[in-house]
């Protein structure tokens, strides 16, 4: 500014200088127009390379505005000139530190998550899930030597204990996803799809591409999990009657959208879709969510191919 400011100032004193104009002493009212003509070209010079100067603080002031660390990548990229240059290149750094240690929390948040998942699984299985077996076993005996007159309800004991029993399984199999460690990713989410499907009210699509690229274990559990909890939002929230899940391979990468024709409306702030955004930036990927009211919801997950290969390979 110090230096544009002069520059000005050096010209008109330059050009008042050279010219044939003059200033009388007392000023004269015919110099007073020349005057003030002179000033405004020395203020509208002034300002308008003041504002062509300082216009990268205009763009800064908007992308503060509207930074998310959970959207990675938005950066100035215009660098200014002088101390500007400085000043934006010390704020992108700074959005670099952030997202990390964001996606290093999140990555260790997530995983302590997943960790309590499997336990709280493995006690459903091992612990409630054997003791319902054993109730069961014990009912079947008892109902061997029971009389007529109490057979019918023990009968209904019986089920309501086997039904206990299902949703057991089915609670630690959501909480541990053991067909994508035992089957596969594919395996995985045309389970996801028939439960459901099988729950009834919703007609499911699925379209997966048979050759999907090779993905190390963290992107196959970051797909399944976004899945699901896509598919799940539908079940409790969306009220539709058709949802359409599709996993394809474009341009070396992959692309999940979880789409669906009901209620629209989705809060891009709700505890889901920010659970979504997390999982999506640990492996680098973009997800977006367009949700407007009575038109349905679609989730979009968008992997790049160098975000496929193992957290070691991406570092």
Known sequence: MFVINGLVFAL?????????ATVSSPV?????????VGLALILGANALLLRRSLAPLD???TLMERVDLLRAGDRLTDSGNGDLTRLIDTFNGM??????????????ALAAQEGERKRIARELHDEIGQSLTVVLLSLKHTLGRA???????????????????????QVARRLRPGVLEDLGLQSALSALTNDLAEAGGVEVTRTID??????????ELVLYRIAQEGLTNVARHAQAGHVRLSLRAEAGG??????DDGRGGARPDGAGVRGMRERALLIGARLTVTSPPGEGTDVRLVVPARALADPAERS
């Open 12 to 20: 008109g004193t330059l050009t008042l200088a050279v010219s044939p």
């Open 28 to 36: 004269l009212l015919a110099e007073v127009p020349i005057l003030i």
């Open 59 to 61: 763009a800064l002031t």
């Open 95 to 108: 959005l670099d530190r952030l997202e990390a240690e964001r996606s290093a929390s999140s990555a260790h």
């Open 147 to 169: 009389p007529a007159e109490l057979r019918p309800e023990l009968l209904a004991v019986q089920e309501t204990v086997r039904g206990s029993l299902d949703e057991v399984r």
């Open 210 to 219: 048979p050759d999907l690229p090779e993905m190390s274990d963290e992107v």
């Open 254 to 259: 992959l692309v999940l959208r979880v789409t």
